[in-house]
Structures are given as C-alpha cells and as structure tokens.
C-alpha cells in the first residue's frame, strides 16, 4: 500500500504565492507520475499539473501555465507545486495523485486534499 500525503496549503491575497508539498510513502514501490489536481466547490476535479518520472516530462493545465511550477525530489517520493500570481479562482482543495507502476498495470493513489484559498 502506498500513503500520499500532501501539506502546504493556506490562505493568500491575490498576488501571492503558496508551495505544496506531495509525498508518497510505503512498501517498496516504483513511481511512474505524481501530479496536482483542484477541485473547487461546486466543481469537479480538474487536472493542474504532473510530472512524469521517466524522463522528467511535466506537463500544466492552461490555466495556470506561466504561475504554477511542478518540482520532485525523486529520492524523497515528493513532488512540489510552486504557486505564484495566486488568482481568486485558484480557490480549491488540492489534490496529489501517485500514480505506481507495477507488472500488472499502474494504480493511483490520492492524498487527502489541502486547502487552498486565496482572497481579493
């Protein structure tokens, strides 16, 4: 079983900036992916960022390319999301996905969410 586990989270005036942490734990495991997703309220889910461990591809939604920064620290399992130029609509609770490789597929494991929320 792998635990993810995310911290970081607060809140910010617009403008400002937050980082996110996202660590997965366990038994022997080999990571394929971490990556970020949101849910805002009334929302569903959305994707914000990944970042892939074979060759360190990262990829961003839209939305927040050019403000938000997806880093790992491949001997910890941890990834971090740098958040700058915070925007209101940012608002959400944070979501960290572990995606584990294994013979018989990849599994996904999420973390329990931190909140973001960021003020006008």
């Known amino acids: 079983q792998v635990q993810v586990v995310e911290s970081g989270g607060g809140l910010v005036q617009a403008g400002g900036s937050l980082r996110l942490s996202c660590a997965a734990s366990g038994r022997a495991f080999s990571t394929s992916a971490m990556g970020w997703f949101r849910q805002a309220p009334g929302k569903e889910r959305e994707f914000v960022a990944t970042?892939?461990?074979?060759?360190?591809?990262?990829s961003y939604a839209d939305s927040v390319k050019g403000r938000f920064t997806i880093s790992r620290d491949s001997a910890k399992n941890t990834v971090y999301l740098q958040m700058n130029s915070l925007k209101p609509e940012d608002t959400a609770v944070y979501y960290c996905k572990a995606t584990i490789w294994t013979i018989s597929g990849d599994y996904h494991y999420w973390g329990q969410g931190t909140q973001v929320t960021v003020s006008s």
């Open positions: 970042f892939r461990w074979s060759g360190g591809s990262t």
